[in-house]
Each structure stands twice: as structure tokens, then as C-alpha cells.
């Protein structure tokens, strides 16, 4: 019984706690801060304009894109910019080019051209990769506050009054993330194939609940870990009090991010949920894998290079516990994939195949109802336009587990890959490397063949 015990709990029951408790931790730390807000904003909001903080404080933001060959979507992430409700006169656009070979600077040029109070720049390096991209930025800008975007990213209306009157209400926060929301698949695409529709369905309601709930739980306990590359924002002397971007790692926001908490011990790191940024879905399965590999590698790299973090705070409840975040991260990725590879190999151990389905049944159940609880709880805080999204297609909460352990698999392989491969930005997935290697085999197989039967009147035998 002691040895059966052991074995289910540290399989089954393990994974099921860490995932649970985390799961109802973060929902409770969630739903207690956001009443004590929703009272406090209340109270604020008769107490200032439209414009609020914003305005009052005079500081501007510059903002800092980096941009590859963005010729179908730095258009709309200047726009977004250009609609803000904030003094345009406060906004400074820094637009990098990093080694573009399209028609980027051709639409920065047709955006430059177009009415603006605020300030426009364009400079270009050697295409030597985001961090210099970012950095180059950095030197350049001039306001108050600085803020990172993609140029694949689309900011809603109120993100930077957002961020603005949130850093001047908190003078100890130094840098915030927002919350990244992931568009639909486009309709052309829809029509075309089913897989980007459940990709960007599955990736809205893991980007909910990852900002609504984990990073939100993050900045209650100060342990957020990473700073979202796609929308981040910064005290300027904060961030320019470091070593600034570099290429140590192939995460460079959450190697930043831990160099702030390093050298700023007094300032907070928080997200705020309400200052949203929209990205484009992950186009592909492929897509999907390389990005996912980079994370997990980037996670491993930035605890290498601060491996003096790693043994602190492991048992307190504020502040970043590095070592247990790799723990949760890493070592209970290979609890969490059990059940999925070796269930069905106990069939061979003598376990009835109605013993094994009915265990995969219900962890699968359980890991749907986390997934339906936090989408519930999701749905209560969010806005409208979300709301109706959740209703419209509901139904994706049943195929979230899936696609969690389908990510768990990608993860798992992004630490195998961190020890076996060289760092890369892309990474070709498993299952084209043997397409490849098939197509490799067949023709060494038919060039055999050939040689071995040479046709007749030719000299092509060996």
C-alpha cells in the first residue's frame, strides 16, 4: 500500500497539487486585491479628469519599437499609438530598424508624413538582433518613462494613460508588463485550415489567464518573473541604471527583468491587467513550438547567469523564490508528462486498460475544471469585448488541457534542446526534421538503387 501510495502521488497526485493549489492561490489573491481596487478606484475616479494623472504629471513616454521586416504590421502598431488618449505632445516613437529587407521604412515614412503632436524618429542598425535594436532605442529617447513594443503589437486606446498615472500614483514601481491579449486567426486563414483557429482560441485563454490571474498573482506576492517583451514599461532612470539589453541569453526580457530586482531591491515589478496589448495569433504548430522552445531555453539561460539568486527566498511567500520557480517550471514538467507517455504502457505491467482510461479520464477532467474555474473568474473581472469572446467560443475550454500538455511536451524538449543545441531565435520542429530526414533516406535509397540497377547501354552502374 506504502509503495502504491508513493508511486500514484508522486505521478498523479503531485502535478494535480501543484496545479490546483497554484490555480486557487492565484484566483483568491486575484479576487481579494481586485475588490480592494475596484473600491479605491472608485473613490480616485471623482477625483481627476479624463486625462487624469497623465496630464497632470507632464511626463511623457517613449515609446521603442524594434522592428524586422514589418512592413504588414508596424502600420498598425503606429496607429494604435497615434489613437492613444494621452497628450500626443508626451509621446516620443523611436522606430528601429533592425537590418529590415521589405518596405518597412516606407510605411514609417507614409506614418511620419501624417498629422501628429508628438515626436516621430527612425534609425537603423546592422541588423545585428533585438537587444541592440532596443538599446539603440534607448539612447535615443528622451521622456520620463520608456516603453518597449513590438511591432507586430497593437496597443488599446488607454494603455499608456494606464501605465502613466498607475507609475505616478506608486513611486516605487519601477517597470510594469501589460496584459497581452492574442487577436483571432484571421478569417482568410479560418476558412483555409482549422489549426490557426484553435491555436489563437487556446492561446487567448492561456494569455487570460497567464496576465488575469498568474502575473496578477505575481505582483501581489513580487515575484513576477518576466517583463512581456511585447508590451513593457519603464522608469527611465531604472532602466537605464543597468547593463541595459544584451545577448547572453535568448530571453532578454526576463534577463532584464531580473537585473532590475537585483539591483533595485526597493522597487516593485508588477502587471497591470487593465493596460492591454493585442497580438497576432501564432500562425502554426511549428510557430508555436519554436516559441515555446526559446521560452523554456531562456528561463534555464537567465538562472544560469544569475545563479546567485537561485537558492533564495525558497520559503518565503514574497518575493522571487528563482529555485522554486524552476522547480515548478522544470522538474515537475516530467510529473506533469507521465500520465500522458506512460499510461498507456501499463497495459503491459498487467493493468486493465478500464483501470488506465478511467485514471486518464479523470485527470483530464480535473484539469479542465481548473481550466473552466479560472475562465470563470476571468470572465467576472474582464470587459465586454472579452466576455463575449469567452461565450462565443466556449467550447475551447474542454480542449485546454490538451493543448497544455502539448506545450508541457514543447517545454520538456526546449531543456533537452538548451543542453544539446546552440541558442537560436528559431527552432525547427521535431516532426520536420523527420520529414527531413525521410526525404533524405528515401533519396539515398533510390540513388542506391539506381547504381545497383544500371540500365542498359549506360554507364551509371559503380
Known amino acids: 500500500m506504502i509503495s502504491l501510495a508513493v508511486y500514484w502521488g508522486v505521478w498523479l497526485i503531485l502535478p494535480v497539487l501543484v496545479d490546483g493549489l497554484a490555480a486557487l492561490v492565484q484566483m483568491v489573491e486575484v479576487l481579494i486585491q481586485r475588490l480592494k481596487r475596484r473600491t479605491r478606484s472608485k473613490a480616485a475616479a471623482s477625483e481627476r479628469g479624463t486625462q487624469g494623472l497623465a496630464r497632470v504629471s507632464g511626463k511623457g513616454v517613449s515609446v521603442i519599437i524594434p ?5 504588414a504590421s508596424l502600420g498598425r502598431c503606429l496607429d494604435s499609438l497615434r489613437h492613444q488618449r494621452f497628450p500626443q505632445e508626451l509621446i516620443e516613437i523611436i ?3 533592425n537590418g529590415s529587407t521589405d518596405a518597412t521604412e516606407a510605411v514609417f515614412t507614409r506614418h511620419a508624413a501624417r498629422p501628429f503632436n508628438g515626436q516621430m524618429h527612425w534609425i537603423s542598425i546592422a541588423g545585428r538582433g533585438k537587444s541592440y535594436a532596443l538599446n539603440a532605442g534607448l539612447h535615443l529617447a528622451s ?3 520608456i516603453c518597449n513594443v513590438d511591432c507586430d503589437t497593437v496597443l488599446h486606446p488607454d494603455a499608456l494613460r494606464i501605465m502613466v498615472e498607475h507609475f505616478e500614483a506608486n513611486p516605487d514601481l519601477g517597470a510594469a508588463t501589460g496584459s497581452i491579449e492574442v487577436l483571432p486567426a484571421p478569417r482568410s486563414r ?4 482549422w489549426m490557426p483557429f484553435l491555436i489563437a482560441e487556446c492561446e487567448f485563454q492561456e494569455y487570460l489567464t497567464a496576465f488575469w490571474l498568474g502575473r496578477q498573482g505575481q505582483t501581489l506576492t ?4 518576466t517583463l512581456a517583451g511585447a508590451f513593457s514599461f519603464f522608469r527611465r532612470e531604472v532602466l537605464m541604471a543597468t547593463l541595459l539589453y544584451d545577448k547572453q541569453t535568448v530571453s532578454e526580457d526576463t534577463k532584464i527583468t531580473l537585473d532590475i530586482r537585483k539591483q533595485f531591491a526597493q522597487r516593485r515589478i508588477g502587471c497591470l491587467p487593465e493596460a492591454i496589448a493585442y497580438v497576432t495569433p501564432t500562425p502554426s504548430l511549428g510557430a508555436l513550438y519554436s516559441q515555446r522552445v526559446r521560452w523554456q531555453r531562456g528561463e534555464i539561460e537567465v538562472a ?5 539568486m537561485v537558492g533564495q527566498n525558497w ?3 514574497r518575493g522571487l523564490a528563482l529555485g522554486r520557480t524552476l522547480l515548478i517550471d522544470h522538474t515537475f514538467l516530467f510529473p506533469r508528462l507521465v500520465w500522458t507517455f506512460l499510461f498507456p504502457a501499463l497495459a503491459f505491467f498487467g493493468y486493465p486498460p478500464g483501470l488506465i482510461l478511467s485514471a486518464l479520464l479523470i485527470i483530464y477532467l480535473f484539469y479542465m475544471f481548473i481550466a473552466f474555474i479560472s475562465t470563470g473568474v476571468i470572465y467576472g473581472l474582464a470587459a465586454p469585448p472579452i466576455r463575449r469572446r469567452l461565450r462565443k467560443n466556449g467550447w475551447v475550454v474542454a480542449l485546454v488541457p490538451l493543448y497544455r500538455m502539448m506545450i508541457f511536451v514543447f517545454r520538456l524538449a526546449g531543456s533537452i534542446i538548451t543542453l544539446t543545441e546552440p541558442p537560436g531565435w528559431k527552432v525547427r520542429p521535431p516532426w520536420v526534421e523527420i520529414q527531413q530526414a525521410g526525404r533524405e533516406i ?3 535509397v533510390q540513388l542506391y538503387w539506381k547504381h545497383r540497377n544500371p540500365k542498359k547501354g549506360t554507364s551509371d552502374g559503380i
Open 190 to 193: 479560418q476558412q483555409e485550415d
Open 442 to 444: 528515401w533519396q539515398g
Open 95 to 97: 522606430v528601429v530598424n
Open 222 to 225: 513580487d515575484s513576477l518573473f
Open 143 to 145: 521622456h520620463s518613462y
Open 304 to 308: 544560469a547567469v544569475h545563479q546567485d
Open 315 to 317: 520559503l518565503q511567500l
Open 67 to 71: 522592428v524586422y521586416n514589418g512592413e
